[in-house]
């Protein structure tokens, strides 16, 4: 990935590992459970091992989960602060905590779909200022373009729908909880008017509404369900899964993990190189670098994957040149 709007900078290495000095506190706060975020936090020490710094002799590091509940990040945001860590970490809505309740803080943000620049994260994409950096989730052209791309992938699959249906997470200001789930409605009610869908968007507050919202959507003639990547999703897999199958219906979302554990297709940013990029900024500023000088990098690495198992439920072909073009297949 390129830093957007300036080149890689080098950063000299520090003496950092001394045995009589206090190892630098990352704190790192993760919205979704400790199991499903596993794989991102070992891509974080990646990127930190990749510019020279090792866990234990460079760095030490201190993680708090949300587990999907967006209410607990403040709290748990004042917990980490309360340990004078060198920079945070912050991942999706986490990030949006941080930087509203500790301005001042360095802080290094990834997996977040929202413009910095519009709320306020960075003056701009090449020189942030203030004490934010770290990568955004969408490429130039923002929700809208992924949106498009994704959905056109999809319609490859299942031409002839005509009826597209959102299971959203309903926004709840000032817990920083369906922000995301918003600008994906945003950006599908656009999409699908240019491709002559209809669509509508069935948001719950918590997983115990998922039936009576996919009821609701059956019942409206919903032939195909997007599903947000919002956390409360995400960290309720095994819970959202049975129930989404058990429509029948074609299915598509953001992210691997749910095209691997059923869905038709997915196709999102690749998370997993957006943390690990994160890694890298943490140690770049670990050794001396300011946020603000580090430009904001915005997506280069997407993951399409297609999930042959369940088209073959479906009754579905899936066209060779779209199994070409997938970066995972589910057999």
Do not use: C
Not at 14 to 19: C, I, T
Not at 58 to 64: P, Q, T
Not at 143 to 164: C, D, H, Q, S, Y
Request: hydrophobic share 45%.
């Amino acid at each position: 990935m390129q830093a957007a709007g300036g080149a890689a900078i080098a950063w000299p290495m520090l003496a950092l590992a001394q045995k009589d000095e206090k190892l630098p506190l990352l704190a790192i706060l993760i919205p979704t459970s400790e199991e499903s975020a596993a794989s991102r936090l070992a891509a974080i020490r990646d990127g930190l091992k990749s510019e020279g710094l090792i866990e234990g002799s460079h760095y030490a590091v201190v993680v708090r989960f949300a587990g999907g509940d967006p209410s607990r990040l403040p709290e748990l945001a004042r917990e980490l602060d309360a340990l004078r860590p060198r920079l945070f970490v912050a991942s999706a809505n986490a990030a949006a905590v941080i930087h509203q309740q500790l301005p001042d803080r360095p802080l290094v943000f990834t997996a977040v779909a929202i413009d910095p620049i519009a709320f306020g994260f960075a003056q701009s994409y090449a020189k942030p200022g203030g004490s934010s950096t770290g990568n955004v989730m969408n490429a130039v052209g923002g929700e809208e373009t992924i949106t498009a791309k994704r959905l056109g992938f999809f319609r490859n699959l299942v031409p002839n729908i005509n009826r597209l249906g959102m299971i959203g997470v309903t926004e709840i200001p000032g817990v920083q909880r369906g922000l995301l789930s918003k600008q994906e409605e945003a950006a599908l009610q656009t999409v699908s008017a240019q491709l002559g869908l209809r669509f509508q968007n069935y948001p719950i507050r918590t997983i115990d509404d998922l039936e009576a919202a996919l009821s609701k959507a059956l019942a409206d003639g919903i032939e195909a369900f997007y599903i947000s990547g919002d956390p409360l999703l995400g960290t309720n897999l095994t819970r959202v899964m049975p129930k989404i199958m058990a429509t029948g219906k074609p299915t598509m979302g953001a992210y691997p993990e749910w095209g691997r554990a059923g869905l038709l297709l997915s196709y999102a940013t690749d998370l997993a190189d957006g943390f690990y990029r994160a890694g890298i900024y943490a140690a770049k500023i670990i050794l001396g670098a300011k946020p603000g000088d580090l430009p904001i990098e915005q997506a280069t690495k997407f993951s399409l994957v297609i999930n042959t198992n369940t088209a073959k439920q479906l009754g579905i072909w899936v066209p060779p040149t779209l199994l070409a073009l997938a970066d995972e297949v589910i057999e």
